[in-house]
């Protein structure tokens, strides 16, 4: 009923920039906050951003003043912009979005399959 569609990661050198967008499709009645999480091999998994839908922002410590979050409303979509990249960046990031659905009452959390972000030269 609902998908989330991650795009944008990749393999990028130290220093580098990447954009990872995700649009959330289906019978949707509404989203809260949408987020994007990232799980780096032999670790949990960790919020990196989330974002509220009146733009209230949230960074953990090690992105904030590299990474910027933002979201389009109208399309569903979030963003995450990542520049100075570092090797430590290096995970699966996944978005997750607080939705409800048409057929719904409550709001629940949804994911994305995850995209693969690689920092290294």
Known sequence: QVQLVESGGGLVQPGGSLRLSCAASGMIFGINTMGWYRQAP?????????????STTNYVDSV???FTISRDNAKNTV???M??????DTAVYYCNAELRLI???YYQ??????????VSS
């Open 83 to 88: 520049n100075s990249l570092k090797p430590e």
């Open 64 to 66: 904030k003043g590299r």
């Open 109 to 118: 959390n949804y994911w994305g399959q995850g995209t693969q972000v690689t």
């Open 103 to 105: 057929s719904g009452i």
């Open 42 to 54: 032999g670790k949990q998994r960790e919020l990196v951003a989330d974002i509220t839908y009146g």
């Open 79 to 81: 963003y995450l912009q």
